[in-house]
């Protein structure tokens, strides 16, 4: 939320012999009690000017009351201790490290404060200077000892118990908690000015939020500790009523200059597509396959995104909407030699190469007769991945640029680098955990723009979808096709590994097919699991008596697909695989899996890993082995086989700040919201986002300038809102 930007860079302004006057864009070394030498360490934290001072906001806060008493201290146990400074020294360490020990003399007793190899600190402590102290206390020869505590230090007359909470800042290499604060205070203090109010007086009556000065100061020096929360909320809600009109404006503007193909889709097109599938639609595919056939039918881009649990049956939705906007003909388009006006063109992007060939497939079997159950459908479908000869990339890129290729599949590198289209109707991006709002276009000529149907399978909670993407609309599918059973998954200690093996083989004798997946070498944290030596093991071991594949990243495109091809024709009964199988794979014969290292996997990675067993007519079972101690993502990967909820676990072990995609995709990180903890918020800033847009699109009342400058220096450059500034 840097505010820089927007205070001109009046310091520069002549200010004669005297101090020129302070403002926001003041440079923090004109401050009194910063310095240039201090100023140069905070620039490191991107902290240069007043405003930004003020606009780095705490990540914690410690309990500096002082309050405790010696007496009460407990060894390992955070305590915050008043007293004044009785002695100073520094001694040499058995190591030759340096050690400074301050010793301070509390109302019921004695205490030390050392720090190590930290000689600045020294000049910091003067003796009768009265300070407080925070940090775990430890028991060191027969003394408490508190090893590079906290420190306030008090001035003359301030009362420890002044202000009680102290602001916790993040820092950068070489900035210490010390800088930052004194920088920070000496803002408040010396300051002079304050940013102005952003949010409209409005919102902050009816939400009972703190305005900005205030807010300001009870983040950085709460008066108690309500106040920390009442300041954190106003500011997390500014920064989601920021991002939801940001994207909201973002999305406008792309409607506005974009047209797309409107696709007629009646009943009689959805009964013959409906007729090529071999099994009905469930109901959550058909009602979502209406909403999206609805927004194809608008002459605006579709921005949609498709989210269900792996196995819920994604692909089955897309290919439906892809049969869907290649049964539309262009209007007004030169007929073709055989009488018809052209058709619309679809394209699948998938990650992979293999889930590339998978959908290719899956969709010629679609199209065609089916042993006689449906008419052969006359419509082309081009593959473009890599491991195609030139030759035959180039005939497949004309065919793509003259319309004649009607479906294409293929991986997103290459059709969004080199395909150019005629007639794009529709955009499918399968499998897509890593887009942002940023960078979702594919090219064409001409003036239309395709529709966007993005899907994945890393669920995402309602309210962190909304907060990401506020700008798509979102789809659920959340029903399971009938007959799903839920992955039998088991915690698998390492010492169980013989047992679990024992219980494998016998699975297999039953006539199952499985998988083992191994971490990538890389991947790995003991660098002990590649996949060729596990293969090998296996092969000579425990998995002896079988036909064994193996398939990792580094295997030619086209032999990963013959491999897959194998296990797929019950050639082989064991595949040995890195996660290059955690997307998409679709083999209902294989109904068992193993997990080796499964602690070097994420949450979302090992949920994607089992969903390749949870297909079939049997009910797929899951060993994850892993080293002894604590693994809380195996843990909750073994407690649940639901998706969303795992999605939840996920965002809570990885904490705060590093959302789904977002990093990734380059949009900037939340600096303070917490969007499942803010659950609440995000909803309310989301209405009031659409509210206000509803009656201000442009946000041109002038009491909304400060919000509409700020919305631009930090979202503009993203997501190309440079206009609204
Ligand atoms: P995902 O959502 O993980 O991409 P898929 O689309 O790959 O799931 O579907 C998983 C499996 O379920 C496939 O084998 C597919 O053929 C099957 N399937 C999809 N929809 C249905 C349905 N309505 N009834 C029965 N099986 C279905
Ligand atoms: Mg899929």
Redesign the pocket.
């Known amino acids: 939320m840097s505010t820089s930007d927007d205070a001109s860079r009046a310091d520069g302004a002549p200010g004669g012999r005297g101090e020129p006057p302070r403002s926001l864009a003041t440079r923090l070394e004109r401050l009194p009690g910063v310095g240039s030498a201090r100023a140069r360490r905070l620039e490191r934290l991107g902290l240069v000017t007043v405003a930004d001072a003020l606009m780095h906001f705490p990540r914690d806060y410690r309990d500096f009351s002082g309050a405790h008493a010696v007496g009460d201290l407990v060894d390992g146990e955070h305590a915050s201790l008043a007293g004044t400074v009785a002695d100073v020294g520094t001694r040499t360490t058995a190591r030759g490290g340096q050690m400074l020990v301050v010793r301070l003399a509390c109302a019921d007793g004695g205490v030390r404060a050392v720090w190590f190899n930290m000689p600045f600190m020294a000049r910091r402590f003067a003796v009768g200077q009265a300070v407080v102290i925070a940090g775990q206390p430890r028991r060191s020869g027969g003394k408490w000892e508190f090893a590079h505590p906290e420190v306030r230090w008090l001035g003359a007359g301030e009362r420890h118990d002044a202000s009680e909470w102290l602001a916790v800042y993040p820092l950068a290499d070489g900035v210490q908690q010390w800088h930052v604060r004194a920088a920070v205070q000496a803002a408040l203090e010396h300051g002079a000015e304050l940013p102005p109010e952003a949010l409209p007086a409005g919102i902050l009556a009816a939400k009972g939020l703190l305005p900005i000065a205030e807010a300001l100061r009870e983040i950085h020096c709460p008066s108690a500790r309500p106040m920390i929360d009442a300041a954190r909320r106003r500011f997390v809600y500014q920064e989601l009523f920021m991002l939801q009109l940001a994207l909201r404006m973002h999305r406008a503007q792309q409607q506005r200059r974009r047209a797309a193909p409107a696709i007629p889709c009646d009943a009689r097109v959805d009964g013959r597509i409906r007729a090529r ?6 109901a959550a ?1 058909g009602r979502v396959c209406a909403e999206i056939v609805a927004d194809m039918g608008r002459p605006e881009p579709m921005n949609r995104l498709l989210q ?11 290919l439906y909407c892809v049969l869907a906007a290649v049964a539309a003909r262009v209007p007004g388009a030169p007929a073709a030699p055989s009488g018809r006006a052209p058709g619309y063109q679809a394209a699948i992007m998938a990650p992979t190469e293999l889930l590339a060939r998978q959908h290719a497939a ?1 969709l010629e079997h679609l199209l065609g007769d089916q042993g006689g159950r449906v008419p052969r459908a006359e419509l082309p479908v081009e593959l473009l991945v890599g491991g195609q000869s030139a030759a035959r990339r180039r005939a497949s890129l004309e065919r793509i640029a003259s319309g004649e290729a009607r479906i294409v599949v293929g991986t997103q590198a290459l059709l969004a680098g080199e395909a150019r289209f005629r007639n794009l109707a529709l955009v499918v991006i ?2 897509q955990h890593r887009f942002g709002v940023v960078q979702r276009g594919l090219l064409q000529e001409g003036h239309t723009d395709p529709h966007t149907l993005l ?1 994945t ?1 890393t669920p995402i909670p309602r309210t962190v979808a909304h907060a990401v993407y506020g700008d798509l609309d979102v789809s659920t ?1 959340d029903e399971q ?3 799903r059973q839920p992955v039998a998954t088991y915690r698998v200690e390492r010492e169980q590994t013989d047992a679990w093996w024992d219980f494998f083989r016998r699975k297999l004798r039953d006539g199952r097919q499985g998988y083992v997946v191994v971490p990538a070498v890389e991947e790995s944290k003991r660098g002990l699991e590649s996949v060729g030596s596990a293969y090998e093991q296996l092969a000579n071991g425990a998995l002896e008596e079988f036909r064994l594949g193996l398939v990792h990243g580094r295997l030619p495109a086209r032999r990963k697909a013959e491999v897959m091809e194998a296990l797929r024709a019950g050639e082989i009964d064991v595949l040995v695989a890195t996660s290059v199988i955690e997307v ?1 794979i ?1 083999v ?1 014969r294989a109904t068992l899996m193993t997990i080796l290292d499964a602690d070097s996997f994420g949450l979302a990675q090992l949920h994607q890993l089992r ?1 390749r067993v949870a ?1 079939g007519a049997a009910r797929g079972i899951c060993g994850a082995v892993a080293g002894p101690g604590a693994s809380p993502r195996v843990d909750a990967f073994v407690a649940t086989t639901d998706g969303f909820a795992l999605a939840e676990q996920d965002l809570l072990l990885r904490g705060p700040g590093d959302l789904v995609g977002a990093r990734q995709s380059g949009a900037p990180p939340m600096y303070l919201a917490d969007l499942l903890r803010d659950a609440e918020v995000v909803a309310e800033a989301r209405r009031d986002a659409i509210d206000l847009f509803q009656r201000d699109p442009a946000l041109a009342d002038p009491a909304l300038d400060r919000l509409r400058h700020l919305i631009a220096a930090r979202w503009g450059d993203t997501l190309g809102l440079a206009r609204i500034g």
């Open positions: 599938f071999p099994f009905d639609l469930t595919q269900g649990d792996v196995g819920s049956g994604k692909t089955a939705v897309a899956t399968d499998e899907m399978a599918l096709p009938p007959g998409g679709d209902p969903g297909r």
